[in-house]
């Protein structure tokens, strides 16, 4: 059906996005009824209908209603916010440094918000508040974040190599910090560390849903409204301010945006692999590069893959998974068939 | 993959070209109106998708406190401590006798635990019983526990010797392993296996009780409670003392003070047992320890160094001030030149047995001047003894006096 195209990017729209938000309900569908306990479907929804206070049937067994509105729901739905704030900030970032292997990492928001985390673990802050932690990681990740920028601002204007560069250093000197504090710690402290860098959805509750989705969501409208400046970006600073850009400002602006909303999301629910590098691309191959396609499809796509991802990881009727471990097993093969694919039918990437 | 491949295809032409196409020509502002549009629609959805959200959890909430009296999140306010009503000093010191009397060895500062509670001679609490755990937060049990489930080995091998099996409805899978568990056979057939990520597992087996440490998340513990599950922390003891007060502590909380304090009864017999044997043994007569194991040795303020001291040895770590769990170079195996070094019995990485450890060391050349390898005294003492967190930890104590002073157990 779709041979033949002059497709305007409206067109497409209206054809994948409608596609991609049905994915993404059937797989919260699926996230919600399936988990290492059996609930029927109709009685999870029937929970749900409950809760909303639709319905009002006191016959629901208080366990199930426990572990579809304590612990499915609100896991599912910060899947789904951190999905797409992950694969979103990764095609802006794409996009803003004219670079395929740039991801939210690149900026040391990983590196940095670990180095937060392991603070909060080892003064035993963690163990005070469920929101030390995060607290922490969003601290730590932004101020990763400001002296990179900081490193790499000449005269007023990001240089976007130099800012990768620099990225890299300091990530890796941050690390290299975290480790020198793991090395100190005990095997508990260690031990959660781990987990925590392993990126995880478990645990997650309505403080953390109340936490993420909000910000998140803003954050991404807003984003949404640069898609076409992303677009002139890919032309060149040159070009872009001869067409009216101010290419400085708009980066750095979209350079705050995207480090908060993943600053955000990984203080959350740890630094979870690949989302940010993989989805953009699938997308990007699956819709074409033009930002205002790319943006929404990659919010839905990475919502879809990170909340598919996630009942994945927790069926195992012996223990999770951590979501970072499934995103990056099933994530990087698939990238590679499809960039081989694509090479083969001579498609340019 | 067609659909893919179609559209990749379809793209072919220059993303620049593409994009003059449909900016250069005064598309700016149809494509930034979509795009305010977009923004704004999706703004709507945030907020509709919330106020769902909010309504769902809220109603949840107000059904969970109803639903258990005593035990209730902190509605909302994000704090871990639950907002309890219901503390009353008469209730949180019901079974706080003093805890002085009943310990032997004098030593009555635990800082282990809540309450710190060590029970008189009484059989046991009172329910409703209202306790403080290691986390600082107070809950109430209305009746003595019945569906225990326990999420740290510690607490599987103490709760096997204070309640009925039948009241355990979980233990962790470390219980059936021989190589550290106290209790591998005796944990057969007792509950299943589940471990704290289990979430949705712990809550369908409905238990009155969760026993965990100070360790796991506070997430999973909140989650719990949420879900109107009373969850009790105890904090990992780091001596002997302290080991001794989480016995009574957990034995308090599940009702079970007499079983509690013949346990720690048992533990102080055992100590003194080994103080008698060593009592003629004069300071110059002690003999200096280390112990060397894949993740490192153990310093000052760790169960090691309480057991080595307790069976009458030295050990140069802590002497020389580390604490902790370090990694020692060769160098200061050398210069400190223990007398006895303890292997492991158990190794994580099951390539390592006690003879491949102790023969890398006999054989090391740089290793040579060092007493303990010259005197071949590498020794293992059984690994469920001295890693317990239980009270079978005191009888490591036992097992290291008698490796270490063999003459004196005769």
């Known amino acids: 059906m779709l041979k033949t195209g002059n497709f305007t990017v409206y067109k497409k729209m209206g054809l994948v996005l409608p596609v991609l938000a049905a994915l993404l309900v059937f797989t919260v569908i699926l996230a919600v009824a399936l988990g290492a306990v059996y609930v029927p479907l109709g009685r999870s929804f029937r929970i749900i209908l409950d809760n909303i206070g639709l319905i009002d049937d006191p016959t629901l067994p208080g366990d199930q209603v426990s572990i579809i509105c304590m612990v499915r729901l609100p896991r599912v739905i910060v899947a789904c916010v951190a999905g797409a704030a992950l694969s979103v900030c990764g095609a802006v970032m794409q996009g803003l440094f004219r670079n395929p292997m740039a991801d939210p990492g690149v900026l040391g928001v990983s590196s940095g918000a670990g180095l937060g985390a392991i603070i909060s673990i080892t003064t035993g802050l963690a163990a005070r508040s469920i929101y030390t932690m995060p607290m922490f990681a969003a601290v730590g990740a932004l101020g990763a974040v400001a002296v990179i920028y900081l490193l790499s601002l000449r005269r007023g204007r990001i240089a976007p190599l130099t800012l990768i560069l620099s990225g890299i250093a300091v990530s890796t000197f941050i690390g290299a910090v975290t480790q020198f504090i793991l090395i100190k710690s005990n095997t508990y402290e260690v031990r959660r560390y781990v987990f925590w860098t392993m990126g995880g959805l478990s645990g997650m509750m309505w403080e953390q849903v109340r936490l993420v989705t909000f910000p998140v969501l803003v954050l991404l409208a807003a984003l949404m409204m640069f898609s076409r400046d992303l677009n002139l970006l890919q032309l060149g600073d040159e070009e872009a301010q001869s067409l009216g850009l101010e290419p400085s400002r708009t980066r750095k602006l979209l350079l705050l945006i995207t480090s908060l909303i993943t600053a955000v999301t990984i203080s959350v629910c740890g630094p979870v692999s690949f989302v940010g590098l993989i989805v953009p691309h699938i997308m990007r191959l699956a819709v074409g590069p033009d930002h205002r396609l790319l943006i929404p499809a990659s919010a839905l796509g990475g919502a879809i893959f990170l909340t598919g991802c996630d009942i994945l990881g927790r069926m195992p009727a012996n223990g999770e998974i951590h979501v970072g471990i499934i995103t990056a097993m099933l994530g990087a093969p698939y990238f590679l068939y499809l960039l081989i694919r694509t090479r083969k039918g001579g498609a340019a990437f | ?410």
């Not at chain 2, 409805?169 to 944990?187: F, H, P, W």
Request: charged residues 25%; aromatic residues 6%; negative net charge.
């Open chain 2, 1 to 410: 993959m067609g659909f893919v491949k179609s559209f990749a295809k379809n793209d072919n032409i220059n993303p620049k070209q593409d994009r003059k196409k449909d900016d250069c020509r005064g598309n700016r502002n149809l494509a930034g109106r979509f795009a305010v549009r977009r923004g704004m629609v999706l703004l709507v959805a945030a907020i509709m998708l919330f106020a769902v959200l909010a309504g769902c959890s809220g109603r949840n909430r107000a059904d969970s406190v109803s639903g258990n009296a005593g035990l209730q999140s902190g509605a909302g306010s994000g704090d871990a401590v639950p907002g309890n009503g219901t503390v009353g000093a008469s209730g949180d010191g019901s079974g706080n006798t003093s805890a002085g009397s009943t310990d032997a060895s004098g030593r009555s500062e635990t800082g282990a635990g809540g309450d710190g509670t060590v029970a008189g001679t009484d059989a046991s609490s009172e329910f409703p019983l209202t306790v403080t755990d290691a986390n600082g937060d107070v809950m109430t049990l209305e009746n003595p526990p019945k569906r225990i489930i326990s999420l740290t080995l510690g607490s599987d091998e103490i709760l096997l010797s204070l309640v009925d099996k039948s009241r355990i409805v979980s233990l962790t899978r470390y219980a059936d392993d021989e190589g550290i568990s106290n209790i591998a056979a005796e944990a057969k057939g007792v509950g299943v296996r589940t471990t704290m990520d289990q979430i949705e597992n712990i809550i369908a087996l409905e238990p009155d009780l969760v026993i965990t440490d100070t360790w796991a998340d506070i997430n999973y513990i909140k989650q719990l409670r949420d879900s109107g599950i009373t969850v009790y922390a105890f904090r990992t003891p780091n001596n002997i003392d302290e080991q001794r007060a989480v016995v009574a502590e957990l034995a308090h909380v599940v009702g079970a003070d007499g079983k509690g304090q013949e346990l720690v009864n048992w533990m102080d017999e055992k100590l003194k047992a080994v103080e008698e044997r060593l009592s003629v043994l004069k300071p110059e007569q002690k003999l200096t320890v280390m112990d060397y194991g894949e993740l490192g040795s153990s310093g000052k303020g760790t169960n090691f160094d309480d057991i080595v001291t307790r069976a009458g040895l030295i050990n140069v770590v802590s002497r020389a001030g580390i604490e902790g769990w370090p990694v020692i170079s060769k160098e200061k195996i050398i210069e400190f030149n223990p007398d006895i070094i303890i292997l492991p019995s158990w190794y994580y990485d099951a390539g390592n047995t006690f003879e491949s450890m102790r023969d890398s060391l006999v054989n090391d050349p740089s290793l040579q001047t060092v007493s303990a390898i010259k005197n071949n005294r590498i020794i293992s003492v059984p690994n469920p003894h001295i890693s317990a967190i239980s009270h079978y930890v005191v009888l490591a104590v036992e097992d290291v006096a008698k490796a270490a002073y063999p003459e004196l157990f005769e």
